[in-house]
């Protein structure tokens, strides 16, 4: 199968798991082979891509910043600041 082919088979298999999760009673047989059919699928398009980078290549961010409301000191802040006296 071409890639094309493959995605609109990806596409119709999870349009039809997506189906079997929201029906009220869930049929177990139908989701394991739906999501085994799916795994393959997916399979197949790899193999199909292999020098595509799957992964974000974006940098990452500095572990250590957080977002933090501008009253709250920074973790740096936080340990170096001695607590007041009185």
Do not use: F, H
């Amino acid at each position: 199968m071409n890639t094309a082919a493959l995605q609109q088979e990806y596409a119709r298999l999870r349009a039809q798991l997506a189906e079997a999760y929201d029906a009220p009673v869930w049929q177990t047989g139908r989701i394991d082979r739906l999501a085994n059919a799916l795994a393959a699928v997916e399979r197949q398009l790899a193999a199909q891509a292999p020098d595509t980078p799957w992964c974000d290549t974006r940098r990452p961010r500095p572990l250590g910043r957080t977002r933090q409301s501008p009253s709250s000191p920074s973790p740096r802040e936080a340990r170096t600041t001695k607590p007041a006296t009185k």
